[in-house]
Each structure stands twice: as structure tokens, then as C-alpha cells.
T-cell receptor, first 116, second 115 residues
Framework: EPEVTQTPSHQVTQMGQEVILRCVPI?????FYWYRQILGQKVEFLVS????????KSEIFDDQFSVERPDGSNFTLKIRSTKLEDSAMYFC??????????????FGPGTRLTVL | AQSVTQPDIHITVSEGASLELRCNYS??????LFWYVQSPGQGLQLLLK??????LVQGIKGFEAEFKRSQSSFNLRKPSVHWSDAAEYFC?????????????FGAGTRLFVKA
């Protein structure tokens, strides 16, 4: 069964450094998402992406964050200058479409980001 | 706006006992509802989902959930809990076109299983 994959599984970085988290969507999916889960807390929506542009973003997704699909396969989340509070598990999710029956989101295994 | 409430932060049940985890949602129309399970340090595993039709849905690992529109609830149940069921359980709603494309998660219920 097709799966969403994410790399790396764990990323450790110094505060102020840039990080890029990568996701490989399921091949025929067109909608892409990033979610964040701070340790011990609930999963929070960050951003949705369709047709090479952001369709929706949360207040968490500020100017330090960006997303892109650079090569038509990978879907990336970039944090330009990491802060301690960016430490979290980041989940990528993808969906086939937006209409009923097509909009179920499939989640990847997550990337644990630790900012020191 | 859509929202999901899981009233119980944690629940402890004895192995072999029955389990019910509560979930209430807020949404104007029929939502798409999900239950996920997460073991410590792991990703999200989908247990079951409800889109339409039969209000009692069966999932993996012997779990089931019942959608009750009148109570805006989607409670998760299991008749006999196993020690391996100890984990965090998240109820979620969405995505829907009118409510945005995102999935909204509840705060989670941590399940402890005692021998």
C-alpha cells in the first residue's frame, strides 16, 4: 500500500540554523499538508498546499516557515532560523483531492526536530 | 469553526475490561471523523474513519466507533483492552471544503492499561 514518507526521521540543529524537512507524497495525491506536534501536546495544522501555492495556513506558520515542491515529487518545509520552540514532531500529510471521498489525509511517520 | 473536544486527559482500565473514549465535535454539517492512535515517539496510525452511511464503524485492532449526530459525538470503543493498547488516542475532524482543508485534532486521551 502506498505510503507517505518523510526524511530525516530525526533532525538535531542549533538555534538560528535553517532546516529543511522533506516529504514524499503518495504518487497521485495533489493536496499536501504540514502539521506540528510539540511534545505532549496535540497535533496542530501548519499549512496546506495545492497547485504550487499555499491554500491555507495557521497563525503558527509565520515568515520563518516556507513550503515548496521543488522537483514535482518532494514536498518540503523550511524553517529559516530555528528557535527552541520549534522543537516538535512535524508530520506531512497528503490527499488525493478536496471533494468527498478524495480528501482523506494520509500521514507520514513524522520528523522529530530538536533545536538546541 | 470546527473543533474537537476529548474530555478525558487520561483513562486507566484493567486489561480485559471494556473501553470507551469520548469525543465531541463542533461543526455545522456532517463532518468527516477519525480516530488515530499514537505510541510514544511514534507517528499517527489511523484506527477508523467515518464519512457517511452506517453510524457504527469498525476499525483495526478490534476498535469501533459510533457517530451520534444528536449528541455531536464519535466515541471510540473496544470490548476487551489489551496491554498493547496503551497509547495516546486522538479524535479528529475534517477536512471539509466549507470548513477548510485541514484536519483538526482533539487534545488526546492517554490510555493506561493495568494488569
Amino acid at each position: 500500500e502506498p505510503e507517505v514518507t518523510q526524511t530525516p526521521s530525526h533532525q538535531v540543529t542549533q538555534m538560528g540554523q535553517e532546516v529543511i524537512l522533506r516529504c514524499v507524497p503518495i504518487s497521485n495525491h495533489l493536496y499536501f499538508y504540514w502539521y506540528r506536534q510539540i511534545l505532549g501536546q496535540k497535533v496542530e495544522f501548519l499549512v496546506s498546499f495545492y497547485n504550487n501555492e499555499i491554500s491555507e495556513k495557521s497563525e503558527i506558520f509565520d515568515d520563518q516557515f516556507s513550503v515548496e515542491r521543488p522537483d514535482g515529487s518532494n514536498f518540503t518545509l523550511k524553517i529559516r532560523s530555528t528557535k527552541l520552540e520549534d522543537s516538535a514532531m512535524y508530520f506531512c500529510a497528503t490527499a488525493k483531492g478536496a471533494g468527498q471521498g478524495y480528501n482523506e489525509q494520509f500521514f507520514g511517520p513524522g520528523t522529530r526536530l530538536t533545536v538546541l | 469553526a470546527q473543533s474537537v473536544t476529548q474530555p478525558d486527559i487520561h483513562i486507566t482500565v484493567s486489561e480485559g475490561a471494556s473501553l470507551e473514549l469520548r469525543c465531541n465535535y463542533s461543526y455545522g454539517a456532517t463532518p468527516y471523523l477519525f480516530w488515530y492512535v499514537q505510541s510514544p515517539g511514534q507517528g499517527l496510525q489511523l484506527l477508523l474513519k467515518y464519512f457517511s452511511g452506517d453510524t457504527l464503524v469498525q476499525g483495526i485492532k478490534g476498535f469501533e466507533a459510533e457517530f451520534k449526530r444528536s449528541q455531536s459525538s464519535f466515541n471510540l470503543r473496544k470490548p476487551s483492552v489489551h496491554w498493547s493498547d496503551a497509547a495516546e488516542y486522538f479524535c479528529a475532524v475534517g477536512p471539509t471544503v466549507t470548513g477548510g482543508f485541514k484536519t483538526i485534532f482533539g487534545a488526546g486521551t492517554r490510555l493506561f492499561v493495568k494488569a
